[in-house]
């Protein structure tokens, strides 16, 4: 089985994208798993709701960024590297795909019984503000540096304002 590129590994343009996607991914499924109420956990509407958030978001980022590369394409390209930068595109956002399985496996969870809905959605919104909140260690270890306390309160304040613009999206769309 082939084993997971470290992403110090790839070039710097497609970390970056990975990164923009990762972060992009969880802000949008933590929207989703904010605006889902205890009775959508029971039924089992909430783990279709995160799991579409995320699909759904992974389809029109890659839309998007399969369009915008049109842009300014080399008329020489052959098919062969069209079909590879397409590659590199959908790679790069899975992060985004990614996001919504353990808010969904934590509504799962709540929907069979296992959990209480109120625990399940408080978990889920946590993690995705934990694993957002990791991504200032996550860059400066990307970058070939040591995770310093300066990267990891870089990422608290992300998470911060992550929260808050899915708290306000979910207010001002729901």
Same mark, same amino acid.
């Given at each position: 089985?082939?084993?997971?590129?470290?992403?110090?590994?790839?070039?710097?343009?497609?970390?970056?994208?990975?990164?923009?996607?990762?972060?992009?991914?969880?802000?949008?499924?933590?929207?989703?798993?904010?605006?889902?109420?205890?009775?959508?956990?029971?039924?089992?509407?909430?783990?279709?709701?995160?799991? #579409?958030? *995320?699909?759904?978001?992974? @389809?029109?980022? %890659?839309? =998007?960024?399969?369009? &915008?590369?049109? $842009?300014?394409?080399? /008329?020489?390209?052959?098919?062969?590297?069209?079909?590879?930068?397409?590659?590199?595109?959908?790679?790069?956002?899975?992060?985004?795909?990614?996001?919504?399985?353990?808010?969904?496996?934590?509504? #799962?969870? *709540?929907?069979?019984?296992? @959990?209480?809905? %109120?625990? =399940?959605?408080?978990? &889920?919104?946590? $993690?995705?503000?934990? /694993?957002?909140?990791?991504?200032?260690?996550?860059?400066?270890?990307?970058?070939?540096?040591?995770?310093?306390?300066?990267?990891?309160?870089?990422?608290?304040?992300?998470?911060?304002?992550?929260?808050?613009?899915?708290?306000?999206?979910?207010?001002?769309?729901?």
């Amino acid at each position: 089985m082939p084993r997971r590129p470290d992403p110090r590994d790839l070039p710097v343009e497609h970390v970056r994208d990975r990164m923009s996607s990762y972060i992009y991914g969880n802000i949008t499924v933590l929207s989703a798993a904010i605006a889902a109420d205890p009775e959508q956990i029971e039924r089992g509407a909430a783990v279709l709701t995160v799991l #579409a958030t *995320a699909v759904l978001t992974y @389809l029109a980022h %890659v839309l =998007a960024h399969l369009v &915008a590369h049109g $842009i300014g394409a080399d /008329r020489g390209a052959d098919d062969v590297a069209r079909r590879e930068s397409a590659v590199v595109i959908v790679r790069n956002a899975n992060p985004i795909a990614t996001s919504g399985l353990i808010p969904a496996v934590l509504y #799962a969870a *709540a929907w069979v019984g296992w @959990l209480p809905s %109120v625990w =399940a959605q408080v978990a &889920a919104v946590v $993690i995705l503000v934990v /694993r957002i909140g990791l991504v200032g260690v996550f860059m400066q270890r990307f970058s070939g540096t040591r995770p310093t306390f300066l990267g990891l309160w870089g990422g608290i304040v992300l998470a911060a304002v992550a929260f808050v613009i899915g708290l306000v999206k979910v207010v001002l769309t729901h």
